[in-house]
């Protein structure tokens, strides 16, 4: 992978300092570049500020001391690469808290950028901004190694502060949190990805390749199957089975033929043909006669209809005639209305007195009467046609009964005609019918082995098909690979660069030459051969610790590797006295960091915090100027102011 020399830091030039401030805590923290040292007495709060700056990057722990409570938010002025950005992130430990981002002074002609992130998010979040800030990769990664193509989980910027951020329970005891499965997990994944070792591309490709060898060991199983299942039987050849298959075909049609010969055979009995023949003439007059019922039962049905709907016409008409001959006018002399007087001749005579308005045309009882001879005359036709079709419905039915009885009849002398007949060939009917069944069982086999070995051969072509994807997908990856080889080269500058660090700090002698190897398989220190967990004593621990921590980020710097220039070390001396880390030992880490934050690059490009107890006074003297946070019982980290404390008691 190329990146650029963008690097992280809470730290910029020199004249232009950068500082972390507790808001609501009465805490201003300013850092210089390079060196800074954070020192103070227990339970002053020293460990509690690393975790604060930890949240200020990344996730809000949620196990914070009580006194945390009074701390609002955190806001920093960072520097980006080469952006300044000033952060207020709220102290919450919600995913969807939002952290405000704004830019300090903007190149000329450019508007500065003010942003609102929700701290994690799929897009679009704090912890996209801070790695796109930092050019390094928004990588998805898979949830279980052994599932590459299973579910996948980010790499975020709390993963990459992983190798950034060292807490005393973990100086003398943990490599980066590699005690801890899911911290393992993605410590493992921000190695291979900044060291050169994870492509996104080639893990895909690796993942295809995995899938094509499992469908080609699961063909090659099958393969095998049905090759020995097949090496047993005479049907191994296609061209045999495909030979016996025509055979057997041919014999199956000498069978039906000699059958239906049996069967024109039956025709040769004295009477059977005219018997046939009538009954087959009797069956198509009985179909004729169904259909012809069918007709005559929908002409019948709209017959009725019919009729219903004249009658029904006529009733009214009667109402009609009735109501003109006995409902007179009424002449009203008074309004219905009011009550008033009302003369008839106050209007024209075609006008209603009353409404005034024209009286609707009314039909006239001779119409009426017509009307009603019309319909009497129309439902008389229609009865008569009724009962005519009635009456053809009932001739039509006796003749289906007959025709029904002659069939019976002509079935039964049918049978017993040709029952002496089945009778005579009944061994030979026999032996044809289980010859032609036999036939056609081993028709059947004969097919589904022509079946198998189709099958057979498909699955070569598709296995040579994936035998042709799996080399193209090999030849890809080895060109991918070859890219490998700088990542070797990065570990193994790393291992150089330890190694002059560990005999820098005149660590205790293991009764071998001193060694360092990166394991390739964990990612974790070996030194003289042994690893981590299998170091003496918590004090050589540390050492290592410190010197593996160290190498990464100036190896990363050196060669241009993805990993924030931030590395904070809390309770170095923490071990003091204990085997492997006498005073003069600590000296040397001082030494040590001193002398690396001031070479070039990196004191523009690394920022190094060290956390510690109050050390002694010939160390100091030596660091007192880089001094960035003094700690006391007497001054916290957290002022809680007087009035509070006061309500408190």
Avoid at 292 to 298: K, S
Avoid at 388 to 406: H, I, N, P
Avoid at 561 to 577: K, Y
Wanted: glycine share 6%; with cysteine.
């Amino acid at each position: 992978m190329n990146h650029s020399k963008r690097r992280y830091g809470l730290q910029s030039d020199p004249d232009q300092q950068r500082s972390v401030n507790l808001v609501g805590a009465g805490r201003d923290v300013t850092f210089n570049p390079g060196l800074n040292h954070v020192i103070g007495d227990i339970t002053t709060g020293k460990t509690t500020f690393v975790r604060l700056i930890r949240a200020l990057l990344g996730t809000m722990p949620d196990d914070l001391p009580p006194e945390v409570g009074h701390v609002q938010a955190i806001r920093g002025h960072v520097a980006l690469g080469n952006r300044t950005w000033q952060i207020y992130r709220p102290r919450t430990s919600t995913r969807d808290a939002l952290v405000e981002i704004s830019e300090e002074h903007p190149n000329p002609g450019r508007e500065s950028i003010a942003l609102r992130l929700p701290v994690a998010g799929a897009q679009n979040s704090y912890s996209t901004f801070l790695l796109d800030q930092l050019q390094i990769p928004a990588i998805h990664v898979p949830r279980a190694r052994s599932e590459p193509s299973g579910a996948n989980s980010p790499v975020t910027m709390t993963d990459w502060l992983g190798y950034c951020i060292i807490t005393g329970d973990e100086l003398d005891t943990e490599v980066f949190g590699h005690k801890r499965t899911w911290r393992d997990a993605k410590r493992r994944w921000v190695f291979e990805i900044a060291y050169g070792y994870y492509e996104p591309e080639l893990a895909l490709l690796n993942a295809e390749l995995r899938q094509i060898q499992l469908q080609l060991e699961s063909l090659r199983h099958d393969a095998e199957v049905r090759a020995t299942f097949l090496r047993d039987t005479a049907f191994a050849d296609p061209a045999i089975l495909e030979f016996q298959l025509a055979e057997r075909a041919n014999a199956l049609e000498e069978i039906r033929e000699t059958r239906r010969a049996l069967g024109t055979a039956a025709g040769d009995v004295p009477g059977v043909q005219e018997l046939r023949q009538t009954l087959l003439a009797t069956r198509t007059r009985r179909a004729d006669i169904a259909d012809r019922l069918t007709r005559l039962e929908g002409k019948l049905k709209d017959l009725t209809d019919l009729h219903r709907q004249l009658t029904s016409q006529s009733s009214r008409l009667t109402r009609a005639i009735v109501a003109g001959e006995w409902l007179v006018d009424f002449d009203f002399i008074v309004c219905p209305r009011c009550g008033n007087d009302v003369e008839p001749a106050r209007t024209d005579p075609h006008l209603c007195y009353l409404c005034l308005q024209t009286p609707r045309p009314a039909a006239s009882p001779s119409e009426l009467l017509t009307e009603q001879d019309r319909i009497a005359s129309q439902i008389t036709e229609t009865s008569e046609v009724i009962e005519g079709r009635r009456r053809a419905r009932e001739r039509l039915s006796e003749q289906a009964a007959q025709l029904d009885e002659t069939m019976a009849e002509l079935s039964a002398s049918l049978d017993q005609r040709t029952r002496t007949f089945v009778s005579d060939r009944s061994e030979q009917i026999e032996f044809y019918s289980a010859r032609q069944a036999e036939i056609e069982g081993d028709i059947r086999r004969l097919r589904e082995y022509s079946d198998l070995l189709r099958r057979h051969q498909q699955q070569l072509q598709g296995r040579e098909q994936l035998e042709t994807r799996q080399e193209e997908l090999i030849a890809r990856i080895h060109s991918r690979e070859l890219s490998h080889t700088d990542a070797e080269d990065n570990v193994k500058a790393l291992e150089r660069r330890m190694l002059e660090y560990l005999r820098e700090l005149h660590i205790p002698d293991l009764g071998q030459e001193l060694t360092v190897r990166i394991n390739r398989d964990t990612y974790l220190p070996e030194v003289s051969g042994r690893r981590f967990d299998e170091l003496s004593s918590q004090g050589l621990k540390t050492l290592v610790n410190i010197a593996h921590a160290l190498a990464h980020h100036t190896v990363a710097i050196d060669r241009k590797l993805p990993l924030p220039g931030l590395l904070i070390l809390d309770g170095i001396s923490a071990n003091s006295g204990q085997e492997g880390l006498s005073l003069g030992r600590i000296r040397d880490v001082y030494q040590l960091l001193r002398n690396v934050a001031t070479r070039e690059p990196y004191k523009e490009s690394l920022q190094i915090i060290a956390v510690d107890n109050e050390l002694a006074r010939d160390i100091i003297v030596d660091f007192v100027y880089r001094v960035a946070l003094p700690l006391s019982q007497e001054d916290r980290l957290i002022r809680v102011p007087k009035s509070q404390l006061e309500e408190q008691v």
